[in-house]
Every structure is written in C-alpha cells, then in structure tokens.
C-alpha cells in the first residue's frame, strides 16, 4: 500500500535552516509529481512546492518560499525533501507531503497524504 | 492568483440531514478542483476530484457538482463521523499554484 513517512522537524531559531525528508513506499515514486502542503496550527492548508516526476526537473512554489525553500528528489531512495533555509516564525506548521493523484500529470488532486512533521520556528 | 473562498464558515446539522458545501473561484478553474476531508489530529484525505469524481473509498453519500467558478460538495444521510473540516482545491493555473479554500468546519 502506498505510504508516505515524513521526518525530519523540529524548534528551529529565525534566521536558521531545515531539511524535511519524506520517505515514500509502495508506488513507482518517480512516475508521480510530489508535493509539500503545510498547515499552521489552527488554521487551514497552504500548498508549499511540487516537483514535477522522473528526475523533477521542474519545481514551483508558492510566494512567500521562493528563494528560501528548495524541493528536490532522490528517485534512487523514494525520497522527497524540503530544504528551508532563513525560517520565519510565520513558516510554523505542521509541513505534509502529499502525492499527485495522477501518473505523469503535474496539474492533479493529491491523492495520498503523510501524517505530516511539525515544524517550530520560534527564539 | 485564483483565491478559492468557501462557505459557510461553520455548519452544525443532524444526523440524517442533507448538507451543501459551497465553494467559488475568484476565475475559471474548469473542473480542476478536488475536496478534501480533514478530521482532528489527522492529514486531510482526498474525497473528489475532478469536481464531481469519487476517489477511491469515498462514499457514496458524498458528491460533487460544479464547474467554472461555482462548486458544490454534498453530503447525504450525515452520519457522525463526517464530522470535519473540509477543503476545495483548485489545480488548474499554469504555473502551477495549489489553491485551497479556508475550509467549512462540520459539525454533526
């Protein structure tokens, strides 16, 4: 069955760095786009970044990362990971990765969810 | 942008009730929207997509409709544990940008 096990959080100081890694199973993992969707405590879901499959020689973000937040895979390992460099105490949240639902297609619905690493930035 | 703007905020109903889950885009986004189901303590689940398909495991008891800017998630025979929150999405824009919705909280 499919699985997605995310590591990697933790309280962070502003200003430093993270990397999240997601560890996926039971699916060809370079065939399906990945993603990363965050949620603050309290509040709703906020997609963070995808990367395209076979290699993810494409990758989008949403504004507020740009610059900062780096998707990359490790098709070799199953993995995906999220570098976040320069946090913000507004980047706290629990940071999901998810699966496009779609084999080969950036553009579809995420079909399967981690449980999700919480992610603290605060001094 | 495409801003996804849901209502209501909060819903309380009975069991056995009919609900209606609206959800509208700030511009077109086709049938390129998904729900999503997210219950206390839990990563959110994939219940349609495609505005009105059931992803696998669904009930049927759940059902989409809509296309362009108006969408509708309906649920039949509320039964206690649809008690959640949920989301649309929109993934239609190139480039990419995911859109969700700020949620509708139902409460059973």
């Known amino acids: 069955q499919v699985q997605l096990v995310e590591s990697g959080g933790g309280v962070v100081q502003p200003g430093r760095s993270l990397r999240l890694s997601c560890a996926a199973s039971?699916?060809?993992?370079?065939?399906?786009?990945m993603h990363w969707v965050r949620q603050a405590p309290g509040t709703g879901l906020e997609w963070v970044a995808l990367i395209s499959y076979g290699g993810g020689a494409y990758k989008y973000y949403r504004d507020s990362v740009k610059g900062r937040f780096t998707i990359s895979r490790d098709d070799s390992k199953n993995t995906l990971y999220l570098q976040m460099n320069n946090l913000r105490t507004e980047d706290t949240a629990i940071y999901y990765c998810?699966?496009?639902?779609?084999?080969?297609?950036?553009?579809?619905?995420?079909?399967?969810w981690g449980q999700g690493t919480l992610v603290t930035v605060s001094s | 942008e495409v801003v996804m703007t849901q209502s209501p905020a909060t819903l309380s109903v009975s069991p056995g009730e009919r609900v209606t889950l609206s959800c509208r885009a700030s511009?077109?986004?086709?049938?390129?929207l998904a729900w999503y189901q997210q219950k206390p303590g839990r990563a959110p689940s994939l219940l349609i997509y495609?505005?009105?398909t059931r992803a696998t495991g669904t009930p049927a008891r759940f059902s989409g409709s809509g296309s362009g800017t108006e969408f509708t998630l309906s649920i039949s025979s509320l039964q206690s544990e649809d008690s959640a929150v949920y989301y649309c999405q929109q993934y239609n824009k190139w480039p990419p940008m995911f859109t969700f919705g700020q949620g509708t909280k139902l409460e059973i």
């Open positions: 998810a699966r496009a639902s779609v084999e080969e297609v950036d553009l579809a619905s995420l079909d399967y």
């Open positions: 495609e505005a009105s």
């Open positions: 039971g699916f060809t993992f370079s065939t399906y786009g």
């Open positions: 511009q077109s986004v086709s049938s390129n």
